[in-house]
Nanobody, 124 residues
Framework: VQLQASGGGLVQPGGSLTLSCAASGRTFNTYAMAWFRQAPGKEREFVAAVNWKGSRTYYADSVKGRFTISRDNAKNTVYLQMNSLVSEDTVLYYC??????????????????WGQGTQVTVSS
């Protein structure tokens, strides 16, 4: 599985941004997907996950109510819609695939394929 994340950039506090992650190499609608993020000098942390068909989602408390994860299996793409962004959201975002599971999970070790990361900067 190859994952290509995109959509990062500079956004003002309170603004919105949508990240995309395009997958290839294996039938997309057979595994769960997730977004993680990592700030410099810190461990990577879970953001959101979605099951194989997009019917179940799971969020970190820090983003619940502000971020929405979704997937389009026809386009082999998972999205992360981010609203009400704050400076603490300024980190590198990674998409990940759990090719052994179909349900959304929040542990990094569950995911066996990772994208290259896309930078989100929230600043005025």
């Amino acid at each position: 599985v190859q994952l290509q994340a995109s959509g990062g950039g500079l956004v003002q506090p309170g603004g919105s941004l949508t990240l995309s992650c395009a997958a290839s190499g294996r039938t997309f609608n057979t595994y769960a997907m997730a977004w993680f993020r990592q700030a410099p000098g810190k461990e990577r942390e879970f953001v959101a996950a979605v099951n194989w068909k997009g019917s179940r989602t799971y969020y970190a408390d820090s983003v619940k109510g502000r971020f929405t994860i979704s997937r389009d299996n026809a386009k082999n793409t998972v999205y992360l819609q981010m609203n009400s962004l704050v400076s603490e959201d300024t980190v590198l975002y990674y998409c990940a695939a759990d090719t052994y599971g179909v349900n959304p999970r929040d542990e990094e070790y569950e995911y066996d394929y990772w994208g290259q990361g896309t930078q989100v900067t929230v600043s005025s």
